[in-house]
């Protein structure tokens, strides 16, 4: 334990010597998912799906990052980030630290995974090395289903350049008219509605023992490089290249002169589409010098701008070959397990993921006799947050459902259960959540449907996205009228909650439900709403109520009692924050954070945070979940909601944070975070500098997998009905690091 520093020097924590920048950290985070695909442990084609992970992050990163740093170089703007840095430097900074990662991924899957590939039978091949009855067949496939979509474009003056949309991926050919002996140049894009790597029939794929491999094919632009005299009839074709590039995505919304937000981002979605400037183009090493320039001339692009790639372009299309049916080289399949205290619930709807049962006690008697925590994905998100929501539209006692939604799938269940409650005749209200970034069209959708349907449908608030994840259902029993909540860290996707790893808390205690109703009557209504009973909410009280609680760990280290802080969650940015766990450092707090992606802290630092500590965990699934743990001198509190703590989520997002109020809930949430704290295998400690280490086992240890163990966790508990699980393991203090 670190002694108290009652009299420590005062010192000036907002000075950027003591903060690492959001944009370069985020770069960490990203090479800590192509490690992932460079990791020999993980099975071969879950590497080559961190290795599209890896590209797809990239890709909405200069989207959305990199094009607002360079607006804000064409602005001119000279102000700095809180490191210290102007727009400028770290633009600088991106393409030196990228481009070495972006040359490590193409020779990684190119000298390493391709190979490897093959020699479990699976054949990415270059055309030229196709026999003579592929190249047929695969010519026959152009003429038949490529060539009538393709339309190839000339420029000269009658046929300016044309336009090049967003993640498009393009052919540059320049052509020579045999009679005139002029060079021409044309563009070709590749189709997206085909697929991009192109199978071949099992009787033409590589023999292996006699019988035909797993997967042979060609990535469809080779296949189009090598017709092209099909689209250029009676012209020399001289030579062909592949380029990609990345535009500006980010909307430009101005949402107080807009008389209608849902048309203002309609219209903005167009423009997305249209695309905005170029802020990248990725181009093949073997680009001669005459095409790069002209393509980044017209493009109005700088060579900074431009990335050479050997080998192939947009790797994020790999995911392709996920659906190959080659189990033993993923991993092993996971099934969501049905908490225990759901196994024997009554439904009122058929679920196929659910054993239906005769008889058993309700969804909503479960809840009254005691506070729930599902842990997703290791939990079923059906067998929880779906049934609920279905069993609540169809149970004739419900009166009343609201819910948040930031993103939901397609075909929905969740969607359809507000349907069916509306078509019940129950008062539904669902706030959805327009601003989503990259699902804005998805949830203009789905609200839409929605309304369509009878529910009453809110599209958010001006000036805030609202990122809050609860669920409210208001029913009537006997005399009296109850409210039963959900309170989650993920979106209601259950898509995303199979990868995600997110809890959530159903409860009916009265204070809870009468803070979810505050919330709502502030997101649909007038409501000025300034003080909670239990909720933290932004931006309303959020803020100041951590800085409170980590405060209170600085007093009680003070007046000669323990401190310790443990939060988890997916990026720490906000430097008052930062600057509050500082001080509570310096003062003898122990802290453990769990940053899956930024975080603009410093640990380790002499007399500033030699007393915090940081890891990141990248693994088979993502963590999302935000877990807030106070020692509160053995009152321990612990809270769970949306928000990370970054200046967006306190004080321009709506979001929620609940307390744990049952004592048994919190040690299982003590558990979680001391087996993440105890990873040995997916943590990655963050260093001073900025850099990360990922941890090892120790030689007397083994390989201790966190993801691993909260699977056999969930299973032991689904199997122990009884919930006779013992003594809580892992708690968090005193702490035992690794």
Wanted: aromatic letters at 8%; glycine letters at 4%; a negative charge.
């Amino acid at each position: 334990m670190a002694k108290s520093k009652k009299a420590a020097n005062p010192k000036n924590l907002s000075d950027a010597k003591y903060y690492l920048n959001r944009e370069l950290s985020w770069l960490e985070f990203n090479n800590r998912v192509l490690h992932e695909a460079m990791d020999t442990r993980t099975p071969l084609l879950e590497r080559l799906k961190f290795l599209a992970i890896f590209c797809n992050n990239l890709d909405e990163f200069f989207m959305v990052r990199v094009a607002g740093l360079r607006q804000q170089v064409e602005a001119k703007v000279s102000g700095t980030s809180f490191d210290g840095r102007t727009p400028q430097q770290q633009l600088e900074e991106i393409s030196f630290i990228l481009r070495p990662l972006v040359v490590q991924q193409h020779q990684y899957f190119e000298k390493k995974l391709r190979p490897e590939l093959a020699s479990h039978g699976i054949h990415l091949l270059d055309y030229i090395n196709l026999t003579e009855k592929q190249r047929k067949y695969l010519d026959n496939y152009f003429e038949e289903q490529v060539f009538p979509v393709i339309t190839p474009l000339g420029v000269d003056p009658s046929h300016p350049f044309p336009y090049i949309s967003n993640l498009s991926l393009n052919l540059a050919v320049t052509i020579k008219n045999p009679e005139t002996e002029e060079e021409l140049f044309a563009r070709i894009k590749v189709p997206k509605v085909l697929p991009r790597f192109l199978s071949l029939p099992p009787d033409l794929r590589i023999q292996e023992n006699g019988k035909p491999c797993v997967w042979t094919g060609v990535p469809i632009e080779q296949a189009i490089a090598h017709n092209l005299e099909s689209l250029f009839p009676g012209m020399n074709i001289q030579e062909y290249y592949t380029f990609r590039i990345t535009r500006d995505a980010d909307l430009a919304l101005e949402e107080d002169e807009a008389d209608d937000l849902l048309l203002a981002i309609e219209q903005e979605l167009r423009k997305r589409r249209a695309g905005g400037n170029p802020v990248r183009i990725e181009l093949q090493s073997q680009t001669p010098s005459a095409v790069r320039n002209r393509l980044l001339e017209v493009l109005d692009l700088s060579e900074n701008d431009a990335y050479e790639i050997d080998g192939i372009l947009g790797l994020r299309d790999l995911m392709y070959f996920l659906s190959l049916p080659v189990p033993e080289l993923k991993d092993p399949p996971w099934k969501p397990v049905v908490p225990s205290s759901l196994q024997r619930i009554k439904d009122s709807t058929f679920n196929p993921d659910i054993q239906p049962v005769e008889e058993g006690k309700d969804f909503f008697t479960a809840i009254r006799e005691g506070d729930l925590l599902v842990h997703h994905p290791y939990e079923s998100f059906s067998a929880s947050v779906v049934r609920f929501i279905t069993n609540s539209a169809h149970d004739p006692d419900v009166l009343a459902i609201k819910m948040t939604l930031y993103r939901t799938s397609g075909d929905s269940p969740i969607v359809n259960a507000l349907i069916s409650a509306a078509e019940n005749g129950k008062q539904v209200s669902v706030l959805v959540e327009l601003k989503a970034r990259f699902d804005e069209e998805n949830n203009i959708y789905w609200a839409r449907r929605l309304e369509s349907m009878g529910v009453h449908v809110v599209y958010g608030l001006v000036g805030l996205k609202t990122h809050s994840k609860i669920v409210m259902v208001v029913r009537q029993e006997q005399e009296r009228i109850r409210r039963y909540v959900h309170i989650g860290t993920g979106n209601y996707n259950p898509k995303t909650a199979r990868m995600y790893t997110d809890v959530g808390l159903f409860s009916c205690r009265e204070e809870l439900g009468a803070d979810v109703t505050d919330v709502f009557n502030f997101l649909t209504g007038y409501s000025r709403q300034k003080a909670y009973r239990q909720l933290l909410v932004a931006p309303v009280n959020m803020r100041e109520r951590f800085l409170m609680l980590i405060n209170r760990e600085i007093e009680n280290v003070q007046n000669g009692f323990s401190g310790r802080i443990v939060a988890k969650m997916n990026s720490l940015v906000d430097p008052q924050i930062i600057a509050a766990l500082y001080e509570a450092s310096r003062a003898g707090v122990q802290i453990d954070l769990i940053v899956r992606g930024i975080c603009c802290l410093r640990p380790g630092l002499e007399d500033v945070s030699e007393n915090i500590r940081v890891i990141s965990i990248v693994g088979r699934f993502l963590e999302h979940s935000r877990i807030f743990y106070f020692y509160n001198n053995d009152e321990e509190q612990i809270f769970i909601g949306s928000a990370d703590w970054m200046p967006r989520n306190l004080d321009r997002r709506v979001e929620v944070i609940t307390p744990i109020l049952d004592s048994d809930i919190a040690k299982d949430i003590q558990e979680i975070l001391g087996i993440m704290l105890a990873d040995n295998r997916q943590a990655w400690e963050l260093q001073p500098d900025g850099s990360y280490i990922q941890r090892q086992p120790r030689k007397d240890s083994t390989e201790a997998p966190s993801q691993k163990a909260l699977m056999q966790i969930a299973l032991n508990k689904s199997i122990n009905v009884s919930n006779l699980m013992g003594p809580k393991r892992n708690s968090l203090y005193p702490v035992d690091l690794p």
